[in-house]
């Protein structure tokens, strides 16, 4: 087998763990602290919030007319999904279209 078939079954086995792990600590628990709840449940938008940070400070005209569209679907239509898939859509469009 190639190194890169280790590389990638060993980041499956580690993203795994890390998943299970998280799962199994938090299952031995009969209540979770509010204040703990309330930080799990903001994870969510703290990751979001790395990945469109950097496309917002950094990125071009197709990037932020990505990130407007999808602001404007997520209050218009509401849901993940139709927010990523226009977003989606309007980024590789304006990419392909302004080079």
């Known amino acids: 087998m ?16 890390t998943r299970i792990g998280g799962h199994l ?9 509010p204040r703990v709840e309330a ?5 969510p938008a703290a990751v979001l919030t790395t990945l469109v940070a950097p ?16 602001v404007v679907v997520s209050f218009a239509v509401g849901g993940m999904m139709p927010m990523f ?4 859509a309007v980024l590789i469009l304006l990419r392909h279209l302004l080079g």
Do not use: D, K, Q
């Open 2 to 17: 190639s190194t890169t078939f280790w590389i990638i079954v060993a980041g499956a086995v580690m993203t795994y763990l």
């Open 85 to 88: 898939l226009t977003s989606a």
């Open 25 to 33: 600590v938090l299952s031995r628990f009969e209540h979770i602290h």
């Open 39 to 43: 930080g799990l449940n903001a994870v």
């Open 55 to 70: 496309a917002a400070m950094e990125g071009g005209i197709p990037e932020i007319a990505a990130l407007a569209t999808g």
